[in-house]
């Protein structure tokens, strides 16, 4: 699928790798919707990608609903959904103050995994009925983000790793599922990149970060990710599998 025109959603559009691919979209043509918990931040990306940004929760049905319907509106049915909106979380399952995280563990799947999980539905929903795009029949692409911690969790990663899982583990039913409208799913696990929390770091903290990638030694780019996002969306043959964009990396255990 040709990008060149098509309506595509970038939830988390608003920082980071969201934003990046939202960029990449539009350079490519595509009329982009961002999605962001920040309405300022998915403004200004939408300001500079010449699209629309809407303020969602994407763990809140209702707030996905409004917003997929005021990009139908505005841009049409969406052909493409990237989610990258999430949280990162760290608590141990017994914490030394003693403090167990079970809301902590809740709110981080709500956020991650069901909110994949609404949009991925809301798409699929405006897709079905879509004209197909090609002699493949093809009436869209969806790209959900998981992580290598999915498969190398660390130490107080289990809310993350089993949102995460939950992302990887639905990529194959979904794509099977989705099949028979035309619609691939993909996901996305990236490793070590570099975010707005690693560049407040100290040259030598990020510098060991980067020594534990074997190749290329230093932290994913921002880019890379949407180069990859933009490629899934491309190349027709991708469809229910999980690529590792990681550098080769594998998290030790803390």
Do not use: W
């Amino acid at each position: 699928m040709h990008l060149n025109q098509v309506p595509a959603i970038i939830t988390g559009g608003g920082s980071g790798l969201g934003a990046a691919t939202a960029r990449t979209f539009a350079v490519a043509g595509a009329r982009v919707a961002v999605l962001d918990r920040n309405k300022e931040a998915a403004k200004r990306v939408a300001r500079e990608t010449g699209g629309i940004g809407i303020e969602v929760d994407i763990a809140d049905k209702n707030s996905v609903a409004d917003a997929f319907k005021i990009v139908r509106q505005n841009l049409g049915v969406p052909r493409a959904l990237v989610n990258c909106a999430g949280i990162g979380t760290a608590n141990r399952i017994l914490p030394r103050d003693g403090e167990l995280p079970i809301d902590d563990f809740i709110n981080t799947l709500n956020v991650n995994l069901t909110g994949s999980f609404i949009t991925m539905s809301h798409a699929a929903q405006m897709m079905s009925d879509a004209t197909p795009l090609n002699e493949d029949g093809e009436r869209g692409v969806i790209i959900n983000t998981s992580s290598v911690g999915y498969e190398d969790g660390q130490i107080g990663q289990c809310a993350y790793a089993a949102s995460k899982g939950g992302i990887a583990s639905m990529t194959l039913p979904a794509a099977r599922e989705l099949a028979r409208i035309g619609v691939r799913v993909m996901a996305i696990a990236p490793g070590l990149f570099a975010t707005a929390m690693t560049d407040t770091l100290p040259d030598d903290a990020r510098e060991a970060i980067a020594a534990n990638i074997p190749f290329p030694k230093r932290l994913g780019k921002a880019q890379e990710f949407a180069d990859l996002a933009r490629h899934i969306i491309e190349n027709t043959m991708l469809n229910g599998t999980v690529i590792r964009l990681d550098g080769a990396v594998r998290l030790q255990a803390r």
